[in-house]
């Protein structure tokens, strides 16, 4: 933004402003609600060319895992896009609970896993492309969820599972994926099945306090659950 100085007063040139708004607030990282231990800094600034995550110091986001390589990935700018890297690392690159096999350009909210499926951070794209939804809506800036322009106020826990079925929303979420995104670790049914059929009946019931008539999560008998909007 460029700023002149008129009798002592300071004024923007508002044509060099508008043109040039979407740059200033760079695209950024974030450590994964309830991840905050595990990453230094939490909050990263996509300011250069490149940004290297893993175990070593050296990198600029800083994992404390012993699974996570010493350069495990990178995110690389080309234009107005951001690349995502796996750096041959030892366990693999995530995104959205998939392993990557190939770079990935990062869309907005898009979950990152290092050496594991579970995300311990999720990128913020600084001009993302709004799509239209009538019901429920993620603001990933202020890391809410809105229901009818309402915020949810969910638990670290809710928000995690709410979180997994909005990033599949129309497809099957399992069990097992939910538990994951739920407790970071596999699905024991044996230990797990109670806990889980709670875990999603609290997350409705969270839902009908704003939507009476809501039924948004939907069972697929056998499989797990869909979120449908």
């Excluded at 708004?21 to 595990?38: H, I, M, T």
């Excluded at 940004?51 to 050296?58: D, E, K, V």
């Excluded at 951001?82 to 998939?98: C, Q």
């Excluded at 951070?121 to 809410?144: E, K, N």
């Amino acid at each position: 933004m460029k700023y002149l100085r008129l009798q002592g007063a300071t004024i923007i040139d508002e044509s060099i402003s508008q043109a040039s708004e979407k740059f200033l607030v760079p695209s950024r990282l974030f450590a994964f609600p309830g991840q905050e231990d595990l990453v230094q800094p939490a909050r990263f600034i996509l300011m250069n060319d490149v940004c290297t995550i893993g175990r070593s110091s050296q990198c600029d986001i800083v994992i404390q895992s012993k699974t996570v390589s010493r350069l495990h990935a990178k995110v690389e700018r080309e234009g107005s896009r951001y690349i995502l890297y796996d750096a041959h690392s030892a366990n693999g690159t995530f995104v959205n609970g998939r392993r990557l096999h190939e770079t990935h350009v990062l869309e907005d909210d898009d979950q990152i896993g290092l050496s594991k499926s579970a995300p311990l951070l999720f990128f913020v794209d600084a001009d993302p492309t709004d799509f239209i939804s009538s019901q429920l809506r993620y603001d990933a800036r202020i890391m809410t969820f809105f229901l009818n322009e309402k915020p949810l106020d969910l638990t670290p826990a809710q928000f995690r599972l709410l979180h997994h079925l909005y990033q599949h929303a129309g497809d099957v979420c399992t069990r097992e994926s939910c538990a994951e995104a739920l407790w970071g670790r596999e699905y024991d049914p044996g230990l797990d099945a109670e806990a889980l059929d709670r875990a999603i009946s609290n997350l409705r019931h969270k839902l009908r306090e704003i939507r009476p008539e809501a039924e948004l999560i939907k069972t697929a008998r056998g499989l797990g659950y869909v979120l449908d909007q």
